[in-house]
């Protein structure tokens, strides 16, 4: 089992985008809820793995090189979604403080 970490890398820079799109568009459809979406990008990670590495006879390589783009898309998707959450909270918080500083009115300090 020859297991290349740097080749891993580098074709995640373009297999967990489109990892992503297609989960994406998948969870557009209402086929699946949305709580399945990360083993659904474990899935379609597989699949996308096999495609592109189908000719190696060692399966378990390409399976788990697949496995690790889906993770990898799902980690990616849920941080990215958290922070921008997060951003959202934090941009709402400081104008319920403005508004309230405001309501207060310049003589009622």
């Known amino acids: 089992m020859n297991f290349d970490l740097s080749v891993i890398t580098a074709n ?3 297999i967990v985008p ?4 297609i989960v994406q568009a998948i969870k557009l459809t209402g086929f699946i809820p ?3 979406s990360p083993l659904l990008a474990i899935g ?3 699949l996308i793995g096999w ?3 189908h000719d190696n006879p060692d399966l378990t390589v390409t ?3 697949g496995a690790i783009y889906g993770l990898m898309a799902s980690g990616l998707y849920s941080g990215v979604k958290t922070t921008i ?3 959202a ?3 709402e918080q400081k104008e319920q403080q403005k508004n309230k500083f405001s309501s207060k009115g310049p003589n009622n300090c």
């Open 44 to 46: 379609v990670g597989i």
């Open 89 to 91: 909270r934090m941009k």
């Open 51 to 53: 495609l592109g590495d």
């Open 18 to 21: 489109i990892v992503i799109a």
């Open 63 to 65: 399976l788990l090189s």
């Open 12 to 14: 995640a820079i373009v």
């Open 34 to 36: 949305d709580h399945f």
């Open 85 to 87: 959450q997060a951003h």
